[in-house]
Each structure stands twice: as C-alpha cells, then as structure tokens.
C-alpha cells in the first residue's frame, strides 16, 4: 500500500500545483476541452396486434468529456467516460432492466522531457452506477453495484504523446511503477469472494506493471474514432495481463443526430464465471457491444 499511497500525494501535489498555477494566470489559452453527449429512446406499443409480440422501451444516454491544460513543460488531461441504458420488455409493471452501466474518470499529468515525450503520473478509476443482476428462471441474482466492483489504478511512469490536430491526437503510457486496487463495497458480494477479492474483505491491492493506449482521432469527414487499450500485469504472476479495450466509433448525420458503436472488451483472470455443470471457471473474455442513434450534442 506504501506504492499507492505515495502515488495518491504525487497526483494530489501535482494537480494542485497546476490548479494553483493556472489561479495565478487568467490566460485561458492554455486549457481546451471537448465533449459528447448524447440520448436515445426506442418504444413499441401494441394493442389486439394479431401478428403477436410483446411492448417494448428502452433508452441509452453516454458522456464524454475531456479537459486539458497544456503549457510547456506540463501537459495534464482528465477524462470522463461514462453510459446508462436500460430496456423493459412488457407492459409497465414489469420494470426496466439495464443494458449498459459505465462509469470511466481517468486523469493524467506529465511534464516534458523531450520532444513528444513526458514523464508521468496517471490515475484511472473504473465503476458502474446502479445495480447489476443476472436472471435465471426469472428470478434476479444480484452480481454488483457502484463501487462493486470497482477498479482504480495509480502509477507513474513515461508518455508518449502525439498531437494531430485539436482534439486529436494519439499517446501511449507506460507506468513500470504501478498499483491496481479492486474494490468490492458491497457486504453479500464481498462475501460470496466476488472478483478476486478474499471473502468478507471490500478490497484487493496489486503492484505491477500498466500500459495505456489511447487514441481520439477523424478517420474521414465525420466519423471519429475514440479508443483506449489498457493492459496490467502484477508483479506476482508475469504471465497474467489484465485487459480493458474500450472503442466508440461516432458518426456525424447533421448537426444535432448523431450514431455511435461502442464495444468494451474485458479480460480479467479475477472474474469467476460458472459453466452448464455450474462449475466455476476464470479465463473468459468478455465482450459489449452497444449501437445508438439518436439525438448528441458535441462541444
């Protein structure tokens, strides 16, 4: 935990810093952001329908928001990525059940060393908004929560970054110093043991090695490619690589509708899944896959 905590005061010390510094020059040129967000709504409605078929509703709202202050030698950006869908299959009583949960704040500092290159502290911290639940014979077993799990890294370590143009650009962190907590706050799924974490504990911590991939760039005239690999490795087991690789792909119909394809792929040895014996297995990928179309506003 020595690790961690040292990180924590490093990040803490300096986006003070730089907060502090920005106070002191009202120059705003040297901060830019940019964002997306967008909803969507689906309903079916039926009455005496001889074709059959069942009522339907469903939504999808997401976020995404990125702030920088870039002013050499110091280069910080935070971002928030973040998703809520949900859909209800039957007339009103029979309730919404989610589709998508998504919660994604990732901050990073660097200071220049070179040309293109930084040295870095990053921080990432990943989660869910509400409940999670998986069905089995109509009836709702719970499986997580905010904050169960969730998933927070800090390291330090070098960047490369590469700017394309405003709002984009291309950039790899590697953090050789680097810790992972799992947190599961939840006191059943804490003691079920869920996702790695020793039964009755609420957290789990590992030092290791990080990796981020990140890239936010226009393929041709209205269609944006957003994505973010990132891969850990703990220091117990070099040959274990934990995998999240999240991709949105946004496509510009006018100035206010807007389609977008994101997928989430997941690789984490710590999530137990159960086979057709009901025999716990762990080296799963998991895979998402949402598309929306609807109303976004880009800023």
């Known amino acids: 935990m020595t690790t961690l905590k040292s990180v924590f005061v490093l990040l803490t010390v300096v986006c003070s810093s730089t907060y502090l510094n920005a106070q002191e020059n009202p120059d705003t040129s040297y901060w830019s952001h940019s964002g997306k967000a967008g909803i969507t709504f689906s309903q079916v409605g039926l009455s005496n329908w001889s074709g059959g078929g069942v009522p339907s509703a469903s939504f999808n709202g997401l976020v995404f928001y990125s702030v920088k202050y870039e002013k050499n030698p110091h280069l910080w950006q935070t971002i928030l990525d973040a998703g809520y869908g949900a859909q209800r299959l039957g007339e009103s009583d029979k309730g919404f059940k989610k589709t998508d949960d998504n919660l994604v704040l990732t901050s990073r500092y660097g ?160 999530v137990t899944f159960l086979d057709d014996a009901s025999q716990p297995y762990n080296s799963a990928v998991q895979f998402k896959e949402v598309l929306s179309i609807g109303l976004v506003y880009s800023f």
């Open 111 to 270: 200071y220049k060393i070179g040309n293109k290159w930084y040295l870095s502290a990053l921080g990432n911290l990943r989660t869910q908004f509400y409940d999670g639940y998986v069905y089995e014979n109509d009836t709702a077993i719970l499986v997580s929560k905010f904050m169960a799990p969730g998933y927070s890294k800090l390291g330090i370590g070098i960047t490369y970054n590469h700017k394309f143009a405003d709002n984009e650009s291309f950039s790899f962190t590697f953090s050789p110093v680097n810790g992972k907590t799992t947190f599961v706050t939840d006191d059943t799924l804490s003691a079920r043991g869920m996702y790695g974490v020793e039964p009755g504990k609420k957290l789990r911590f590992r030092g290791g090695m990080d990796l981020m991939v990140a890239l936010n760039k226009d393929l041709v005239k209205n269609i944006r490619l957003t994505t973010t690999l990132s891969m850990f490795i703990p220091y117990e087991d070099l040959s274990v690589v934990d995998v999240n690789w999240d991709m949105s792909l946004w496509f510009k119909i006018n100035e206010f509708f807007s389609a977008n394809i994101n997928t989430k792929l997941v690789y984490d040895q710590d």
